[in-house]
């Protein structure tokens, strides 16, 4: 039966309605979607274009080259040369273990360095390089190149490692690098993304760390084209970095592999000093180290065999020694005693070998005493009871505030780690740090550099070259960075007495040379290098009263280490000071028989500039000082091999 018509027409016109609902909702659903099509490719353009660059292009940083480090002279302390390692590509290679031994057929493969690039290839991607050895001769990396056809995945590259062509003559200065770790990141608030490139190095100690910001440089980049793997498609441009700063030191490299080699066999250290300016000369601590050897990563028996040795190769005994100074405080406590009005240096002291002090005898070195002893007298001699009877005149404040004056107790400014403070020691420090009062055996004690004082050789150094200048001498050690010259500033007076200054000198000068003074032995012949200096013996061990009564045990029948220390510090030329020496010569005994022959040797050296002649000693010396020239150029370095790494 057929719909009427009505019906017919109705039906039409709810259909078209919907149609029309249906059409719009499509149309206006079209019309969003347009819209956020035209928001996401007109507005957001640029957004996602950079997004896609992204993940496209990626930036990579490259390391600059380590600023150099030069002596005052312009002879290579450390330089970048050349390094040659081997990488593979796992994906590359197929069989990595096959070609790994086809590899050891032509270049010696560590063990160790082995595991470690085979447990990288475990957790990089396939298509990144391993080094699978590294520091390669150049011999070993002909024989991989030659045989490249044989090897799939293996590169040989070239790059740039510290080296330190003096090796140990200034290990304790230069110090060394090594790759960044985790406890070197851990002290840096906002590490350097440079820090994070894998084998990257810094400083440790020594310039190396402490002029690091400087020696770094700063990174530069590569912008690279990566797939979605991020495999490397091809090197879109780069910008090289800036090259670290090259450093000039004040140190003279012929001085200080002298004083190297003139230390050899003892535990010691010594320090030389421009009297003029504070240059540092020489700074020297022994035995050393071959600082090349924690550069390529030191092995464990390597290192075992320093850390093992007694006489201590990794420790700067010159700025981080601290050692009681012995005799060689007896200055301070002379001055100290002239600038306050309480002695003058004709007034004198009995001495009978001995001081009774609140129940307790101070001894002095000489059992028998000195007798009467005025200024010059006690210090030429050494005599222990003069500075016993003057500092308990004149009390602890004014010789500590005479030792700080001349630079004891004070941490100096230079470059390098752990530059100690040393001890000098005070009424307020005593109740603070062992929470007891001071008491007048204190005092004796410190008058001649013993009880709680403590110095470094540094500092010993800073003292005599500010007796001999009368001014605030301060050490310097960096000459001038990139060609800059590093300010000098002028040294302020001490603002102490010149007539007391010049008593002092003239007593120093007595030690060297006067028959009766302790350091006669070591003087120096011409008129024109005189030196003026001062002998010290510290003891390390205390002398019971028995053993005082039965004969004191000398110390060649004492086991090393309680032995005293050897001390000797001096100036020269005495009519116009140029350099300041001081030595210590850990456990060496007596400081005329130990430091004062050494103190003497680099003297004359420094004035000379090279090998002094044989007329410049004793008579009685000149046929052992020519052995031992002779022994000494030997363990020095080959001129030829020094002038060859210095800078043009």
Partial sequence: MRRPNADSSESQR????????????????????????????????????????????????????RGEIFDRNGVALARNEPSYRITIVQEDAGDVDKVIE????????????????????KRSAPFLPVTVADHVSWEEMSRVSVNAPALPGVTPEVGLSRQYPLQGDFAHVVGYVGPVSDYDLSKIANPDPLLRIPRF????????????????????????????????????????????????????????SYVQARLEGESAAAIVMDCRNGDLLAINSAPTFDPNLFVTGISVADYKALT?????????????????????????????????????????????GHLEVSDRRFHCWKRAGHGHMDLQKALRESCDVYFYEVALEIGIDKISTMAARLGLGVRHDIPLSGVARGLNPTRT?????????????????ASIGQGFVLASPLQLAVMTARLAS????????VKSSNGVEEPV??????????????????????????????AYGSRIVPEEFKLAGKTGTSQVRNITAAERAAGVTRNKDLPWERRDHALFVNF?????????????????????????????????QALYKGDPPLEAYPSRDRRKIKAQQERLRALMPDPQDVRGGTRT
Wanted: a neutral charge; aromatic letters at 4%; charged letters at 25%.
């Fill in 572 to 604: 020269a030329p005495f009519d116009t000071p140029e350099i300041a020496v001081a030595v210590v010569v850990e456990h060496g005994g007596g400081g005329s028989t130990a430091a004062a022959p050494i103190a003497r040797d680099i003297t004359l």
């Fill in 14 to 65: 709810l259909l078209s309605r919907r149609a029309m609902l249906l059409g719009g909702v499509q149309l206006g659903f079209m019309g969003m979607l347009a819209l956020r099509m035209r928001y996401l490719q007109v507005e957001q353009s640029d957004q996602f274009r950079l997004l896609a660059e992204e993940n496209r292009v990626n930036i990579r940083l490259l390391p600059p080259a």
């Fill in 470 to 477: 009368g001014l605030q001498i301060n050490p310097r050690m």
């Fill in 201 to 256: 190095q810094i400083g440790k100690v020594g310039v190396e760390a402490k002029r690091e910001g400087g020696l770094r440089g700063s990174a530069g980049t590569k912008r690279v084209e990566v797939n979605s793997v991020g495999r490397i498609m091809r090197e879109l441009d780069r910008q090289e970095g800036d090259q670290g700063q090259d450093l000039q030191l004040t140190l003279d490299q012929n001085l200080q």
């Fill in 489 to 518: 500033p002028e040294p302020a007076p001490l603002g102490l007495n010149e007539n007391h200054l010049r008593q002092i000198r003239k007593a120093m000068f007595a030690v060297s040379n006067n028959r009766r003074g302790t």
């Fill in 429 to 445: 420090w005593k109740e603070q740090v062992r929470g007891q009062n001071w008491v007048p055996g204190d005092t004796v004690n």
């Fill in 308 to 352: 093992d040795n007694k006489f201590r190769p990794l420790a700067a005994k010159s700025v981080q020694g601290t050692y009681p100074p012995g005799s060689t405080f007896k200055m301070i406590t002379a001055l100290a005693a002239l600038e306050e009005g309480v002695f003058s240096s004709e007034d004198t002291v009995w001495c009978p």
């Fill in 102 to 121: 086809r590899l050891s057929t032509l270049v010696e493969l560590d063990e160790d360095s082995l595991n470690r690039a085979m447990a990288e290839m």
